[in-house]
C-alpha cells in the first residue's frame, strides 16, 4: 500500500469541472486503496487554483470523504489531503 497518492492540476487548470472531476476521483481512488494523503499540486502562481480546490474541498458533500486539508508548510503550490 503506497503512503501517499499525487495528483498534479497542472494539465486541467483551466476547466472548473476538469478539476472537480480530477480531484474528486483521485479522493475515491485514495479511500478505495487505503491511502491516508493525497497530495493535490496546484503550483505557486497567483493562488487562484489553490483557492479553487480548497473551495472544492470545503463543500459538505466532499468533506465527508477526509478528515482534514491544509496548504502543504512550506509549500503553497500543494494541498494535503488527510483521508479517513
Known sequence: MADKLTLDLHPVFR??????????NALFRAAGQGVPLLE???GKGSGKLRGRVLAML?????KKLYRRAEVAPGNDGMVLVHLK
Not at 58 to 62: L, N, T
Request: proline letters at 6%; charged letters at 20%.
Open 15 to 24: 476547466s472548473d469541472q476538469d478539476i472537480a472531476r480530477a480531484v474528486r
Open 40 to 42: 493535490i499540486v496546484t
Open 58 to 62: 470545503g463543500q459538505p458533500h466532499v
